[in-house]
Structures are given as C-alpha cells and as structure tokens.
C-alpha cells in the first residue's frame, strides 16, 4: 500500500493564524490527494479533492497545493469552526489510504 | 439532500458475523462507486473497500487487512449498500462508515453516514 505521512501530528493555533498541515506520499500519486476535516463525534467532510479543487460549499480559506508526493492543505485565516482533525487521503491506486490525521487545537 | 443512513451495528463475539447496511436517498445511487471506511476508537481513518456502479461491473475491492472475510454488496433496486463481515476479529472493532464517491473521476469521497460502530468482543 501506497503510505501517507502528515506533519505535524498535532498543532495549536489562535484565531486568524494561518496554518499549513503537509501530507508527504511513499510513492508518486499524481493529484489523487484529497484533504477531510473532522469534528469529534462527527462523519469527515471532504474539503479538498484533486489536491487543490476546493468542495462546493467549503469556505475559500481551505486551499490546497501539491502533486506527485508532496501536498499542503492551508488554512488562511483560522476560524473557531476550524479547531478540528485533518486527514488527508489518496486516490491513486487500490488501498486508499489516509494520512494519521492532524489535530488543529486552540492555543 | 444527498443522505447515507448506516444500519446493523453492534457486540459480536470473535469469530462472529455481522452484516451492515446503507440506505441511501437524494441522488442517483446506481451512477456511484460506494464505499466503506472504518474508524477504531480514538484513531485515525482505513479505507475498508469499494463497489464501482453497473457501468463498471459492480466489481469490488478491499483493504488487504479485510480482503477474503468482509464482502460489500449492493441492490441499486433499493438505494441500499452492504457490507458482510465474518470471522471478526477484535481489531475489527470501529465505527463503519458508508461513503459516496463523488463521481469526479478522482475518486473523493464527499458524502458519508453518521456511521454505526462494531464491537467484537467476548
């Protein structure tokens, strides 16, 4: 299986930081990455496919950059909705794996 | 609205077997891959396995840790996905989520359940 390593495992910012989550492939994957939030308690919600192709409805803040095996997902001004765990996942080949997650917190 | 509602969950021993199910409602379900994804308690997301739509001959794929004990299935006739596990194992223990693929050709999955967890456990 193809691995998915994000940096860093765990973050703490404040409101209006902009923060960067890296997700790092063990092999090319082209632009089958795609980035989900996910809030305790609660199903993912996808806000990046393709690597950088924002989901109908995700606020603009989320964008995302990269291809072959180095992808970014960056937030440009936190929001309190954004305090969350992100994963991100690929779509290249069978597998489908997801990176460990990042834990975005409050400082 | 695009809905996904998980059914079937709850203890089996190891060794046992489960079956779970995916109603879904809001779209056109036989255009669309399906899949599975399971998250244990505390950790991170896997991927459990996919069925692609008629047009591609329902074929089916799985994650190598589930591969030969768990079968997806679906009936477009009922909107429905399956998911049949046997020889649970402990480690099996999750909440099972059913998962649309988005259909973009990137294979994105954007929209799931609520999920309904699995324990395996004596």
């Known amino acids: 299986d193809i691995q998915m390593t994000q940096s860093p495992s765990s973050l703490s910012a404040s409101v209006g930081d902009r923060v960067t989550i890296t997700c790092r492939a063990s092999q090319s994957i082209s632009s089958y990455l795609n980035w989900y939030q996910q809030k305790p308690g609660k199903a993912p919600k996808l806000l990046i496919y393709?690597?950088?192709s924002l989901q109908s409805g995700v606020p603009s803040r989320f964008s995302g950059s990269g291809s072959g095996t180095d992808f970014t997902l960056t937030i440009s001004s936190l929001q309190p909705e954004d305090f969350a765990t992100y994963y991100c996942q690929q779509s290249y080949r069978t597998g489908y794996t997801f990176g460990q997650g990042t834990k975005l917190e409050i400082k | 609205e695009v809905q996904l509602v998980e059914s079937g969950g709850g203890l089996v021993q190891p060794g046992g077997s489960l079956r779970l199910s995916c109603a879904a409602s809001g779209f056109t379900f036989s255009d669309h891959y399906m899949d599975w994804v399971r998250q244990a308690p505390g950790k991170g997301l896997e991927w459990v396995g996919r069925?692609?739509?008629?047009?591609?001959?329902?074929?089916?794929e799985y994650a190598a840790s589930v591969k030969g004990r768990f079968t997806i299935s679906r009936d477009d006739s009922k909107n429905s996905l399956y998911l049949q596990m046997n020889s649970l194992k402990t480690e099996d223990t999750a909440v099972y989520y059913c998962a649309r693929d988005g259909g973009s050709g990137w294979y994105e999955v954007d929209y799931w359940g609520q999920g309904t967890l699995v324990t395996v456990s004596s």
């Open positions: 393709a690597a950088s």
């Open positions: 069925t692609r739509n008629k047009a591609n001959s329902y074929t089916t």
